[in-house]
């Protein structure tokens, strides 16, 4: 994100540059300094969300790209539309899903014949 960016949604808030300054810890030239950045950080953003209450899609949007940071993959939308390739990964989850679902069921009947075992052996 740039530093244009970056203050036209500041500027959005409807807030003196003054106060959120002091909101964020910051003097005013240190705001002022982000804003004639070419790219802000993405912590100063996340810290800015922070400080004055705001989601990170205020300044990144939802628009028509979602990006997963946990491992790095992202995935393209735009709006309710899916495309093939969320179509093929939504298909993926649910498989995913129901393989999970299975392994769930197979791990408490294991469980439980571990249990009957213990009590057969204790009788013993």
């Known amino acids: 994100m740039t530093g244009e960016r970056l203050k036209q949604i500041l500027l959005n808030t409807g807030?003196?540059?003054?106060?959120?300054?002091?909101?964020?810890?910051m003097s005013t030239q240190a705001l002022?300094?982000?804003f004639r950045a070419a790219d802000v950080r993405t912590g100063?953003?996340?810290?800015?969300?922070?400080?004055?209450g705001l989601s990170i899609t205020d300044f990144?949007?939802?628009?028509?790209?979602i990006m997963a940071t946990d491992n790095g993959t992202a995935f393209k939308g735009n709006g309710n539309t899916l495309s093939a390739n969320d179509?093929?990964?939504l298909?993926?989850?649910?498989?995913?899903?129901?393989q999970l679902s299975v392994a769930q069921t197979?791990?408490?009947?294991?469980?439980?014949?571990?249990?009957?075992?213990?009590e057969i052996i204790k009788k013993k």
């Open 32 to 34: 002022n300094s982000l």
């Open 106 to 118: 197979q791990l408490t009947t294991s469980q439980q014949q571990i249990n009957d075992l213990i």
């Open 60 to 65: 990144y949007g939802t628009g028509d790209t």
């Open 44 to 52: 100063t953003v996340e810290k800015m969300c922070a400080a004055l």
């Open 15 to 25: 807030e003196s540059m003054t106060v959120i300054s002091r909101k964020l810890e």
């Open 91 to 98: 298909a993926l989850l649910d498989r995913s899903s129901q």
């Open 87 to 89: 179509t093929q990964f």
